[in-house]
Each structure stands twice: as C-alpha cells, then as structure tokens.
C-alpha cells in the first residue's frame, strides 16, 4: 500500500510538471506574438488620434463604439454584440476662466470643471476663499464662516506611499463630496487641488457628486501650482484674497449607448464565462490614452492573441468594453443586470484600468482560496515575464457588480506600475504619446497568460 501511494504521489509530480512545460511553452507563445505583431499599440492610436475624447453621451463616445465593434468583428471572434445602457451626458462647454484677486491685481490659474458640476452664473462667482484640508476642518468653522465663501480643498497626496493609489484614495472624497460638505454650510462655490502628485500647471478633472436635498453649487480642480500658490497667498493676505471663477458645464438628457463585447465560446463549458474588460468612455480633457484606452484596447487583444495561436478554450472568453465608468458607471452595472437576467455563469472577471505601463502583477478581490493558489501554482509561469506580483486587493469597478450575483466569482484586477499614472489621470496629458509601445504589448501578454491559466486551471 505505502508503495502504491509513493507511485501515485510520483505520477502527480509528473503530471504537475509535464502540464507545467506545456503552459510555460504556451505563454511564451504569446508573449512572442504580442511584442513582435501586437496591435494594441496600432489601435490605441487610432481609438487616440482619430475619435479622441469619448465622454459619455458624446458623438466621440459612439464612434468609439461603432469603430471598436468593427474592429472585433473583423478580428473573426465567435460573437460581437452590443448591449444598450442609458449613460448621463454633461458637456464641459466653453473652456474655465479662474483669478486669484488681490486688491487691484488677478492672477490668472488653471482650473477644470469637476464632472457632474453646475455651471457658474453667467458673470462667474467672485468671493472670499477659506481653505481647509478635510471634512473636519471645514465642519469646525462651521457656517458663520463658510456661508457665502468659496471653499478651497487643499489636502495634498500623500508622498510617502509607495504605490500611488493609496495617495488617492485618501485625497479624492474631497473632489466627489466636497461640494455637498461645503453647500451643507452655505458655501458657493468649490475648488478643489487635483489628484495628483506631479506639481504642474494641468488641472486633473473627474466625477462629483450632489445630494438631492443640498443645494447645488459649481466645483472646479485647480492645478497643484497654482493650490500651492494660492495656499501660500492666503498664509499673508487671509481675508484679503478673492477668488474669482466661470465655468460653462451642464448636464443634458440621458443618452442611449452600448457595452461592447466580443467572445470566443468555450470548447467544453461554453455556459461558463471568463471576462476581460476595461472603460471605453473617458474624460473630456484628452485622448483617454492611459484612462483607459490602454486596458480596452489590451482586453481585445487577449481575444485577438488566443485566437492567433489557435488556442480553443474551454470555457467562454469575453472582452467587455464598459461605457460609462467615469461617471456613472451605468455599464457596468447593466452588463451584471443583463448576465443576471439571462442567467449567465461569470467564473472569473480580470479588469485593466490602471493605464498602460510596465506589468508588475495582478490583484486577486476577496478570494483568499483563489489567491492561494495562484501564489502557489501560477508565480513561477509569471516570474519570468516580471508579473509575479499577486496579492489580495481590488478588482476594478466596472466588474464589481458582477459578484453579487455570482457566488464563487473570481473577481481581479491587472496591475501595471503605479508611479506615473496620476501624473496623467483625468488630465490633458493623457495622450497616446505617454504610452509606450512595449509597455502596452508586454501588458496585453501578460492578461492573455493569465486569462489562459484561469481558462486551463481555473484556480482549483
């Protein structure tokens, strides 16, 4: 008997190994095929340089949908389809106009509506600034001081994280819920210190909120320079420094647009879907090259690269591009409400919104089992192509709906190096010139192997 279990044990190593060579084999494959004929490069540039812009509800966001339902269905996948949502549509209109006032001099700053805001009075809002650092602050003044100012958000990112995305989680309540705090105090107007680390003159913009029941009242990003030199005016001058600013923005009726998704149906499970996904639509200040161009573009072409080899999966592989994450996140939550009522079985959901750079890993969400065994199984596949880095974190938010009705879901994020993204996030940066060529196909390779090794193993 203790033989027996000895050769069995033997076998199962065997085995191990023999499948381990074969995905070893095969990842290389595809990462040979993306950095020698990769195309996410080739179409991130046109979905940059020749639709641009894709806001939601804009004509930009549907030729972004038109053009990227062509470009699957000419890559020959089993199904390319669409999926109707109804998205907000707010046009930023004529371009801000910001000053520092001091006695009879201005100085003119760099600012950008937050999206969602109300515009200004046609003449713009001139008053007094009362700067604050966090909810608290602005709550111990309290209305006697706050009513009638303008309220300056000012709480920088934190430096010393060594991943950037901690910085903004602990900065960014200030741009979504900023402006209903400082309402709640009778305050006019908002302007809050962009979301970034760099100190330039290029004001991030992105999504606020309002509260039904507060007063609505006009918010802007001001550019880092210009936060620390307006901070710096008010350690002086105080009382005696205005603020003056005009923003034109405004919201119009709901819009029809659509996910696109594209697939290769399963060869033995077709009922059990694999997802792969980004953001299609994108702030209004740029191209949406990193945000998210980059992870759109990439999810398509795991499909396109496991297709080239002729590879048949097992299970259903997807390629879902969200419309509306970056103020709604309507499609997101219509894609969970469709797979729902058409009873689909999602096992794992991967997400790219990260921006396009050097791959460093994957996140695995609330899976410890899951996250086990890829660290135990799966690392040494990764380590050669340096994406070996997996921990237990977030997904992404277009798939987090997903989980609700997916008991078992394996829901995981791809993660590309942190350090220049909000460099660029949300902001007239964001242009397919910062994205580079072999960053992006190494990127695309990396999601394609580990789509490969959930579609093989699926995390047992």
């Known amino acids: 008997m203790k033989s027996l279990k000895l050769l069995i044990a033997f076998l199962f190593i065997v085995q191990s190994s023999i499948a381990q060579n074969a995905d070893s084999v095969f990842i290389r494959k595809l990462y040979d095929e993306a950095l020698v004929n990769g195309h996410s490069y080739q179409n991130l540039e046109y979905l940059c340089k020749q639709i641009g812009p894709r806001l939601s509800g804009s004509g930009n966001a549907q030729k972004a949908v038109e053009w990227t339902k062509k470009l699957m269905d000419g890559y020959g996948f089993d199904h390319v389809f669409l999926q109707e949502v109804m998205v907000p549509h707010w046009v930023r209109g004529d371009k801000e106009v910001a000053y520092i006032v001091g006695g009879k001099k201005r100085i003119a700053v760099p600012i950008a509506a937050l999206g969602g805001s109300v515009s200004t009075p046609v003449n713009g809002i001139t008053a007094q600034i009362i700067e604050v650092r966090s909810f608290e602050e602005l709550k111990a003044l309290g209305a006697s001081v706050i009513k009638g100012k303008i309220v300056f958000f000012n709480r920088a990112f934190d430096q010393k994280s060594i991943e950037t995305f901690p910085s903004y989680s602990g900065a960014v309540n200030q741009r979504g819920q900023g402006a209903i705090e400082a309402a709640k105090l009778g305050a006019v107007g908002v302007i809050v210190r962009s979301m970034t680390h760099a100190l330039d003159d290029h004001p991030h913009t992105g999504a606020m909120r309002y509260a039904d029941d507060i007063t609505k009242i006009p918010a802007a990003a001001i550019s880092t320079k210009a936060a620390n030199m307006l901070s710096d005016l008010l350690k002086f001058a105080n009382s005696n420094i205005q603020f003056y600013f005009k923003q034109n923005c405004k ?85 969970a409400e469709l797979a729902k009522q058409n009873k689909e079985i999602h096992i794992a959901a991967l997400e790219s919104d990260e921006g396009g750079f050097t791959p460093r890993g994957f996140t695995v969400d609330d899976s410890p089992k899951a996250l086990s065994y890829i660290q135990a199984n799966w690392k040494s596949l990764l380590e050669p192509y340096k994406v070996d880095d997996i921990v237990s974190g977030g997904s992404g938010a277009d798939i987090g709906p997903l989980k609700e009705n997916n008991p078992g879901i394996v829901l995981m994020e791809y993660r590309p190096d942190s350090q220049r993204y909000f460099d660029i996030h949300h902001s007239a940066l964001d242009i397919f010139e910062n994205v580079n060529r072999r960053e992006l196909e190494l990127g695309g390779a990396s999601m394609a192997a580990f789509i490969y090794l959930i579609d093989q193993h699926r995390m047992k």
């Open 251 to 335: 919201t119009l009726p709901d819009v029809l647009s659509y996910n696109v998704i594209g697939e290769i149906r399963g060869s033995e499970k077709p009922e059990e879907i694999i997802s792969v996904g980004g953001h299609l639509d994108s702030w209004d200040l740029a191209e949406g090259a990193h945000d998210d161009g980059t992870g759109v573009m990439q999810s398509v072409e795991v499909l396109r690269l496991l297709k080239t080899i002729n590879y048949k999966p097992k299970h259903t592989i997807r390629a879902v591009l969200f419309m509306n994450e970056e103020n709604g996140l309507r499609g997101g939550l219509k894609y």
